[in-house]
């Protein structure tokens, strides 16, 4: 998947975002890694590998492994997607998707875009 760099952001105009009420943090990073490297303040946290599985996404027999879940019944799915749903389009705020890296929050934004949810960025 190619991912346009217009869906990035910097961390100060992320920050700018959540200050002013507009942002809402999606931290995808595993639970090992919120363990290890504590959670981001008001960040929901849905993994990338969940958030895959819940909108559908086939995973790699390695991101299953990692995720150790069963597949997600159709009530897990709207929840998720009301969670979205009332973020981005109840408060019209913008989705931030946040990893340690970049790469898996870029590819979690690019997921939500092509869902529908154009104010998404990493």
Do not use: W
Not at 25 to 41: A, K, S, T, Y
Not at 58 to 80: G, N
Not at 83 to 102: F, K, P, T, Y
């Amino acid at each position: 998947m190619t991912t346009p760099e217009s869906i990035e952001i910097s961390t100060a105009a992320a920050k700018e975002l959540m200050s002013l009420g507009m942002g809402t943090l999606i931290d995808i990073r595993q639970p090992f890694e919120l363990m290890l490297e504590g959670e981001v303040d008001n960040a929901l946290p849905v993994p990338l590998f969940r958030f895959k599985q819940l909108l559908g996404q086939a995973l790699s027999d390695e991101e299953q492994e990692l995720l150790d879940a069963d597949e997600p019944d159709a009530r897990d799915i709207r929840h998720f997607l009301a969670l979205i749903n009332e973020q981005h389009v109840a408060r019209d705020r913008i989705l931030l998707c946040l990893c340690n890296s970049g790469r898996r929050s870029l590819h979690a934004a690019a997921l939500l875009r092509e869902l529908g949810y154009p104010r998404s960025l990493s």
